[in-house]
Structures are given as C-alpha cells and as structure tokens.
C-alpha cells in the first residue's frame, strides 16, 4: 500500500533523525514503529484478557483466605513491633 502523509516540518525531521540513528529508510523506520504499534496493542489485550480470566475463574473465598494469609505473614515477618497491618485498620486501608 502507498500512503502519502503532509507532516509539519519538525515531525518531518525528527522522522528522518530517527530514520538515520537506526540506519533505516524512513520507509523502514516508519514500518517498524507502526509495527511495533500493533504488536504491543495486541500485547495489552492479550494481557487483559489474560488478568479477566484469572478474575473471573478465582474463588472469593480463596482470594479472601490468601489474601488474610498474606498480611498474617506480613505482619510477623517484622523488626518492628508495629503492624503494617493492625486490626483496627481493616476496611479503612485495605
């Protein structure tokens, strides 16, 4: 396909800039990063998909057992005497 585009000068030349640092034709650069576009567009669905089908597949309770699991250990794994998690802060913060 043939595409003719009117670009303002400095996108002009920060194309060919680009184009040179990279030893491609502009017509090589331009592919590439059109290219990469897609790619990583279909990247980021592919990932979002991914993370809804985990959502969608987890059991509640499991989450919630991992989840009270989690900041049991969190808790006991200090230095410090102070909770990163205290009871009196459930459901406020986290």
Request: hydrophobic share 40%.
């Given at each position: 396909?043939?595409?003719?585009?009117?670009?303002?000068?400095?996108?002009?030349?920060?194309?060919?800039?680009?184009?040179?640092?990279?030893?491609?034709?502009?017509?090589?650069f331009?592919?590439?990063?059109?290219?990469?576009?897609?790619?990583?567009?279909?990247?980021?669905?592919?990932?979002?998909?991914?993370?809804?089908?985990w959502?969608?597949?987890?059991?509640?309770?499991?989450?919630?057992t991992?989840?009270?699991?989690l900041?049991?250990?969190?808790?006991?794994?200090?230095l410090?005497?102070?909770?990163?998690?205290p009871?009196?802060m459930?459901?406020k913060?986290?």
């Amino acid at each position: 396909m043939t595409l003719t585009l009117d670009l303002p000068p400095n996108l002009e030349s920060s194309l060919f800039q680009a184009a040179n640092q990279q030893s491609l034709t502009v017509e090589e650069f331009v592919i590439q990063m059109l290219t990469s576009a897609f790619m990583q567009k279909e990247r980021q669905k592919k990932a979002v998909s991914l993370l809804e089908s985990w959502l969608s597949d987890a059991d509640i309770e499991e989450q919630k057992t991992t989840g009270a699991y989690l900041i049991e250990a969190l808790d006991q794994d200090r230095l410090s005497d102070r909770l990163l998690f205290p009871d009196e802060m459930k459901g406020k913060s986290w």
